[in-house]
């Protein structure tokens, strides 16, 4: 489904850019603010990368669309440049490489607090652990898509992620 | 509004507050340091989930049940090597302590279709289950010999 839109949008389809950017704009604008962006700075930025992003398809210099993926890199791009031209000190926490320094640059955790997170999700569940997969890898599906494709309620569905999400984040010792 | 909730946050970060509260919630960041950075690291925590996921499902060897189908994959591989290797008898080799290995390939050549291969490797014991995990160790095999 994904796909499809995002291919849709590669043609220039208006309505598929449009559930692009609400299917992806507010992870967008959490990227930012971890990285130190306040959200006004954060929405402000999303919104650029996006009209950055349409513009680049109709001057055809988009051959393809990861998203959110492209749509992160391109606002962060425009935050960083924003804070060089007005001598923000850009804050570390969100920029710094892992200590270890095997990923890219958009990595938040460490080799440790990873496989201590892991460990954490290896204790759930295979369905839930599915789900979160399923939640939080590839095109980012919604809420009720998971619950299609899981069998279960929304209201389970929201719960069950949020359970989990509640015990990787006590896992990583943010919360 | 009042000051930001664990609550609050974590409802932010995942996306699930409506675009009232939602912009209620980022205006009030906006003009609170403490609840700024709380929000902050609320969003770090978000993203953290991603590379969590990302690097559990990249975990080839551990899997779920719901990586059944990858075993099931291995296994119709095994068998259209059985298929490639038709012609010739089945393989055995010694094992360390003398008895007879089988090799996996060949034996699923006598299965009429998958689902009756990965029954007939669990009972043999070629099919694995680790923890939760099932997986295809033919090193099992080694001096088993329960039934063949």
């Excluded at chain 2, 070629?126 to 010999?145: H, K, W």
């Amino acid at each position: 489904m994904a796909g499809s839109t995002e291919a849709r949008a590669l043609r220039g389809d208006d309505a598929a850019w449009n559930a692009l950017v609400q299917a992806h704009d507010h992870r967008v604008v959490v990227a930012l603010v971890a990285r130190g962006a306040r959200p006004c700075e954060a929405r402000e930025c999303a919104q650029e990368a996006w009209m950055r992003l349409v513009q680049q398809q109709r001057e055809g210099r988009l051959a393809e669309l990861q998203l959110p993926g492209l749509a992160i890199r391109q606002a962060r791009f425009i935050w960083l440049e924003r804070c060089r031209r007005a001598g923000t000190v850009v804050p570390l926490d969100g920029l710094r490489e892992p200590a270890d320094g095997a990923g890219s640059e958009d990595r938040m955790l460490d080799r440790a607090r990873l496989g201590r997170t892991l460990r954490a999700l290896d204790r759930e569940s295979d369905r839930d652990r599915a789900l979160f997969e399923a939640a939080y890898g590839g095109e980012g599906p919604s809420h009720a898509d998971l619950a299609d494709r899981f069998g279960l309620s929304l209201q389970r569905t929201r719960q069950i992620l949020s359970e989990v999400r509640q015990r990787l984040k006590a896992a990583l010792g943010d919360g | 509004m009042t000051h930001l909730t664990d609550d609050h946050i974590a409802a932010w970060a995942a996306g699930e507050l409506a675009p009232a509260e939602r912009d209620a919630l980022e205006a009030h960041a906006d003009a609170c340091a403490d609840c700024a950075a709380r929000l902050s690291a609320g969003a770090r925590a978000e993203e953290a989930m991603y590379e969590v996921a990302a690097a559990s499902a990249a975990r080839a060897p551990s899997g779920t049940g719901w990586r059944w189908p990858l075993a099931g994959l291995a296994l119709a591989a095994a068998a259209l090597i059985a298929v490639g290797l038709s012609q010739r008898p089945a393989e055995t080799t010694e094992s360390h302590d003398g008895a007879a290995r089988v090799d996996v390939s060949v034996e699923c050549m006598s299965a009429p279709d998958l689902h009756t291969c990965e029954a007939d490797a669990l009972r043999r014991g070629l099919m694995t289950e680790s923890g939760r995990i099932p997986r295809y160790d033919r090193a099992v095999c080694v001096g088993c010999g329960r039934d063949s």
